[in-house]
């Protein structure tokens, strides 16, 4: 958990949260030491997720658009022009008007064809 007031580790059942105040780097490379094999997961909101976006951290993303009208919010892409040029993108939408988009990440390679 990223937080500017770290504390304790806090243990629910079979989950301990530990908390730290971190560059999203940092972040990932203690997620990653405590998840050995695992994939690490980033979950949040828009302040959370746009750092790691932004420091091209993120193998994969998984969107889901909806379609309900909120008029105000924090935007997950501010800053990130042009994102989309380093990642496959497949989308599928649901009856109810979801749109899930899964974006992954390119290799070096896939990026230098045109
Ligand atoms: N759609 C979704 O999946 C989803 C998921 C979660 C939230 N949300 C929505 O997102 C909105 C909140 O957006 P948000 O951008 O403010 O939330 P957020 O990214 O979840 O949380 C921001 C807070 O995380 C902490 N934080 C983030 N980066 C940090 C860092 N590098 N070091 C230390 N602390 C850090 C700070 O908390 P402190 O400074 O308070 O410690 C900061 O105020 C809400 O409306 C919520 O409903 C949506």
Redesign the pocket.
């Known amino acids: 958990m990223?937080?500017?007031?770290p504390r304790e580790p806090l243990t629910l059942g079979d989950t301990t949260f530990r908390f730290?105040?971190?560059?999203?780097d940092e972040?990932l490379a203690t997620a990653r030491s405590l998840a050995g094999d695992a994939d690490v997961r980033i979950?949040?909101?828009?302040?959370?997720?746009r750092?790691f976006l932004g420091a091209r951290l993120v193998d994969r993303i998984h969107t889901v658009a909806v379609p309900v009208v909120l008029g105000r919010?924090?935007s997950l892409w501010e800053g990130l022009e042009g994102l989309e040029r380093s990642y496959d993108i497949e989308a599928a939408s649901t009856p109810s008007g979801a749109t899930h988009v899964i974006w992954t990440r390119r290799t070096s390679e896939e990026r230098q064809r045109p």
């Open positions: 990223l937080t500017h007031r730290m105040t971190a560059a999203a972040a979950g949040g909101g828009p302040t959370t997720a750092q919010g924090t």
